[in-house]
């Protein structure tokens, strides 16, 4: 018999989402002003996100209901931030990434990097973090690690075969490597693994090192395993189009602050972040390696002649697969050179230390460029609906009805509904509502200055501790809903006490990232776990490690090259802009 718990447990989102608009509606009907209205729907929204009652994307839209019938914003300027230039930049790199995909270049790019590192087990880790890693700089993190997955069980099947072994007999999964994108779970999970010891009984039969070998080969798929996801969220935040996040970043700079000259562009962010991802994956790398090879790097790096044949047998698969993929087309070599072009002309439309293209062929009156890193991709985008994906040849294939009939082109609309994540579209779109409608309801000010107590800390200890504090919240809520709710919070505060926004807001962009440690924490997570062989305790153990690497690797680079790429060492006049108070000196700021 179904009890009341059980009732009230399954009907809970549709209880929170009444429940929280009711109960928190008492602050603004009793305190009056825009700040009580403002901080209602910030901790409603809060709330909805945290918990996920609704979805993401549709508790992203409540800024466009809440905000003109509480008389804090306009309804159309509420509209207007649902497609910033943010947006656009976002939408339009998209683009890119689904033409890449559709064509299959990333599984070419992957298989050849692949061949040319080997399959020795600490090369393996090393070729599939690289690969994932520079992948999910230009394509969805999801969508990378959806494709690896299914080449890392090819792979470490092949190796965990006996020499004696043939294709036909078990082991062989040839068939799992037809690279789709798995419907594998990304938010409701099946139940976790613990960590108990696997007490089945074991046939008399089996070899006296059996035991051993399926040890070995548990830990090397969990090793392997984890470095796809964790290398598909590190590579992300390479770029300013690779995952939300630092959209979100650039998007809140730009609307809290618009005197600033877009300091965060794209050349700016890779300029800084780079170097922080190589040096993060490095550390990555050999902590998985530690944890689940051992330190015994000669083995790691070379594993002898007992496992020469096993390992032939892995490269035979990838080259195999490579094959398959035949010479490369006109559609993969088009969208080669119109990635190379827009990567090109990303990095030289204002690069800050000489003047770029966007600068000197479409200036505005102040001399910096009207063009825009969005105005680029989709340039380059609208490119790809026009050039076809062959060659034009009379010898082409007719059509059913006799007629000659073109090529189709790089990317058609189909395709592109079909795969662009529209939620983080609107996702981002209702962040910079909630961020604007703060501005103008000035709650997130006065939040800022209760946290002036801060100044008497030295100015890197304070970026740590808010970075530490962003990476636990991202465990656990979507990092796209943390850097919303946090960023504008810690700007106010940072203008309270005369520091840098940007010394505090680029290393929690980038610490909302460092989701490591939890299955639910991001979908590529959420996939590597549903792939069979990893247990909560293991993502854990090795997630709560690299979560504090990551943070000691941000705050590297936030103290040292960050430094002269942002100017952080002094306190920006267009930081300014919407404060009383002089900081034209930042007497507690410490430069490193």
């Not at 905000?67 to 207007?80: G, H, L, N, T």
């Not at 656009?88 to 299959?104: K, Y």
Request: a neutral charge.
């Amino acid at each position: 018999m179904v009890n009341l718990g059980q009732i009230l447990w399954a009907y809970r989102r549709y209880l929170m989402a009444i429940l929280f608009p009711v109960v928190l509606l008492p602050l603004p009907l009793v305190v009056s002003g825009k700040e009580s209205k403002c901080a209602y729907v910030i901790i409603l929204m809060a709330l909805l996100w945290c918990t996920e009652t609704l979805p993401l994307a549709v508790t992203a839209f409540f800024p466009l209901i809440l905000f003109p019938m509480m008389a804090i914003m306009d309804a159309s300027e509420v509209s207007i931030e649902y497609f910033r230039d943010t947006n656009v930049l976002f939408l339009g790199g998209l683009l890119m990434a689904v033409a890449v995909e559709h064509w299959n270049l990333h599984k070419r790019i992957a298989l050849r990097v692949l061949l040319l590192i080997g399959v020795r087990p600490a090369f393996l880790f090393l070729g599939f973090m690289a690969v994932t890693a520079f992948l999910s700089m230009w394509i969805s993190n999801t969508a990378t690690t959806a494709m690896m997955v299914p080449i890392a069980s090819a792979v470490l099947e092949q190796m965990h075969r006996t020499p004696e072994q043939k294709d036909g007999e078990a082991g062989s999964v040839n068939i799992s490597f037809e690279l789709q994108e798995p419907n594998y779970p990304v938010t409701e999970k099946e139940p976790q693994k613990l960590c108990e010891k696997d007490s089945s009984p074991v046939p008399p039969s089996v070899p006296p090192d059996h035991h051993r070998k399926e040890r070995e080969h548990l830990k090397l798929s969990q090793g392997l395993s984890l470095s796809v996801c964790y290398a598909a969220s590190i590579g992300g935040m390479a770029t300013l189009t690779g995952t939300a996040p630092n959209l979100v970043l650039q998007g809140q700079v730009n609307s809290l602050f618009p005197d600033n000259p877009r300091v965060v562009n794209f050349a700016s962010w890779f300029t800084f972040a780079f170097p922080t991802v190589i040096i993060l994956l490095l550390l990555t790398w050999i902590w998985l390696q530690i944890l689940f090879l051992g330190i015994n790097f000669w083995k790691n790096f070379s594993w002898g002649e007992k496992a020469h044949k096993q390992e032939q047998a892995a490269y035979q698969v990838i080259k195999v697969e490579q094959k398959k993929l035949g010479p490369m087309s006109f559609a993969e070599k088009a969208i080669i050179f119109l990635f190379l072009l827009l990567v090109v002309l990303w990095f030289t439309r204002e690069p800050g230390f000489f003047p770029g293209w966007g600068n000197v062929a479409f200036p505005n009156h102040s001399g910096e460029s009207m063009v825009s890193d969005g105005t680029v991709a989709f340039f380059i985008g609208i490119i790809l609906f026009i050039v076809p994906s062959e060659l034009p040849s009379f010898s082409q294939q007719q059509g059913t009805q006799g007629k000659f009939k073109a090529p189709v082109a790089l990317l058609n609309w189909n395709i592109v509904n079909k795969k662009m994540p529209w939620n983080v579209f609107f996702l981002l779109g209702g962040g910079f509502a909630l961020a604007k409608g703060s501005e103008v309801g000035t709650p997130t000010p006065w939040l800022g200055n209760k946290l002036t107590p801060l100044q008497s800390i030295p100015s890197p200890a304070i970026a740590l501790i808010l970075s530490l504090l962003v990476a636990a919240f991202t465990e656990c809520t979507s990092n796209v809903a943390t850097t919303t709710l946090f960023l504008p919070i810690l700007a106010s505060m940072a203008q309270a006490i005369c520091l840098n926004p940007l010394y505090v807001m680029l290393p929690c962009t980038m610490a909302s990232s460092l989701a490591f440690m939890l299955p639910v924490a991001t979908p590529p997570n959420a996939i590597v776990f549903s792939f069979g062989k990893l247990k909560v305790c293991d993502m854990a153990k090795a997630g709560f490690l690299l979560n504090i690497l990551g943070l000691l690797t941000i705050a590297l680079a936030i103290n040292t090259w960050a430094f002269p790429i942002f100017q952080l060492h002094q306190f920006p006049d267009w930081a300014q802009s919407n404060i009383t108070t002089s900081c034209k000196v930042n007497t507690s700021f410490v430069n490193p």
